[in-house]
């Protein structure tokens, strides 16, 4: 039995509206055992001096494509699979040392690389897949050629169809759902909606139809998961909501009414903004096409408004950043655009309790309380008064605790309680 104690802690238990500060928190193995205001002893615990830093739950991230390598999906049409996994193992990593100690993969993470993670063979944040995004002939995962209508796609063939997988009709979309859920999927991800970094579909496309949608909620429902839903503008948000689909991603520009619907059904938002602002900033230097970067600049503009109209509705937001390639350097900038418009401490729950939500795992990731897997950071300064501090975590983060494990520490450590 392995034990680690964090001594004077000022606590943000991913709850409250603060820290309280004069906290002591004992680890037993991969679990928090114990929360107190009175210091606690324990002869066998390594002890880590915090010196009244601010201790948090271990970040969240509800939308990372963590075998995105590049940002221009094309550039992948010739990488095979295993180049691809040796380039996204620094992306995994990398996370990780952003203090995100668990992230959803939504489009292209599969079984193998969240096991190989929970393994210990690549060092990375506790992963949650849903292996491809499920996409209708001519949808936003539809990549091939206008000239190719071959449907007889080899999906492990390239990076470039890895992501998506084409699904028309009910009877198709059943098994396919049903395929991937016996493959080990955590969650579905649909393409309900166009997208910006797809070269032939519009934002406004509504994508399969709601008889399409309700069997792939129906079905992941049976094996106690959930399906999550790209979308753009309100039209497709309610279509998606209204099937039953639990998350719907990006929704830039959802209005006043929508979001009332999502707050209703009891769904989530995850906003994507810092994608967009960015890629913006480095699009046509990587080679995205005009008409992309025409759409890149009507969600960038649309991004922060869409925050505050959910917030007066009252539907819950998560936290992700959906960068691609070149782009996923920026994570952490997320909580300083989120800042131009929330409270740091709504932002802060977004990336804990409400993401462990999203991820059916409330009480056992997002908070710091007895009984919580101990996934813990500690940053210099006060992120509920400066949620900006997040922003640069090689600089604030002093301290990362994965399941119970010193992943990284730069605080005091001592042997004897």
């Known amino acids: 039995m392995a034990a680690t104690l964090l001594k004077n802690c000022r606590v943000f238990d991913g709850y409250g509206d603060e820290a309280v500060p004069g906290q002591d928190i004992l680890v037993v193995d991969n679990r928090i055992e114990e929360v107190s205001q009175s210091p606690i002893r324990d002869n066998a615990a390594t002890i880590v001096d915090v010196g009244g830093r601010t201790v948090l739950p271990g970040l969240i991230d509800a939308h990372v494509h963590v075998f995105a390598i590049s940002l221009s999906a094309s550039r992948n049409e010739t990488v095979p699979l295993t180049l691809m996994t040796a380039r996204a193992v620094p992306r995994i990593k990398?996370?990780?040392d952003r203090g995100f100690t668990s992230v959803r993969d939504v489009a292209g993470g599969d079984v193998g690389i969240r096991d190989a993670i929970a393994q210990g063979w690549i060092p990375g944040p506790r992963l949650f897949v849903g292996g491809p995004g499920?996409?209708?002939?001519?949808?936003?995962?539809?990549?091939?050629?206008?000239?190719?209508?071959?449907?007889?796609?080899?999906?492990?063939a390239n990076a470039f169809v890895f992501f998506s997988r084409i699904v028309d009709g009910p009877d198709e979309m059943r098994r396919v759902v049903r395929d991937e859920l016996r493959k080990g999927a955590d969650h579905i991800k649909i393409m309900a909606s166009g997208g910006v970094g797809s070269p032939s579909d519009a934002l406004e496309n509504v994508q399969f139809s709601s008889e399409e949608l309700q069997v792939a909620v129906r079905e992941a429902a049976a094996k106690g998961k959930y399906v999550c839903a790209h979308t753009y503008t309100s039209e497709a948000i309610r279509h998606a909501v209204e099937a039953g689909i639990r998350t719907v991603e990006h929704a830039n520009f959802i209005d006043s009414a929508t979001a009332a619907l999502v707050a209703?059904?009891?769904?989530?938002?995850?906003?994507?903004?810092?994608?967009?602002?960015v890629t913006a900033q480095h699009g046509t230097k990587l080679g995205l096409t005009p008409y992309v970067m025409e759409k890149l600049d009507g969600v960038n503009k649309a991004g922060i408004a869409m925050l505050d109209i959910c917030r007066r509705a009252g539907a819950r937001m998560g936290f992700g950043t959906d960068l691609m390639g070149e782009m996923e350097y920026a994570q952490s900038y997320e909580f300083t655009i989120r800042g131009r418009a929330e409270r740091p401490v709504d932002i802060l729950r977004s990336a804990?309790?409400?993401n462990a939500q999203i991820l059916q795992q409330s009480g056992q990731l997002g908070e710091i309380r007895p009984g919580a897997l101990a996934d813990?950071?500690?940053?210099?300064?006060?992120p509920l008064r400066d949620i900006t501090l997040l922003s640069d975590p090689a600089k604030n983060l002093r301290m990362i605790m994965k399941d119970g494990a010193l992943y990284r520490n730069e605080l005091p450590v001592s042997a004897v309680a």
Do not use: K, W
Not at 268 to 276: A, G, H, Q, S
Not at 376 to 382: E, F, K, N
């Open 134 to 156: 499920l996409t209708q002939t001519g949808g936003h995962g539809d990549h091939r050629r206008r000239t190719d209508s071959r449907y007889d796609i080899d999906y492990n």
């Open 352 to 354: 804990t309790t409400v």
């Open 94 to 96: 990398a996370m990780l």
């Open 264 to 277: 209703e059904r009891d769904a989530f938002v995850v906003p994507t903004l810092v994608c967009y602002e």
């Open 376 to 382: 813990i950071i500690v940053c210099d300064g006060d």
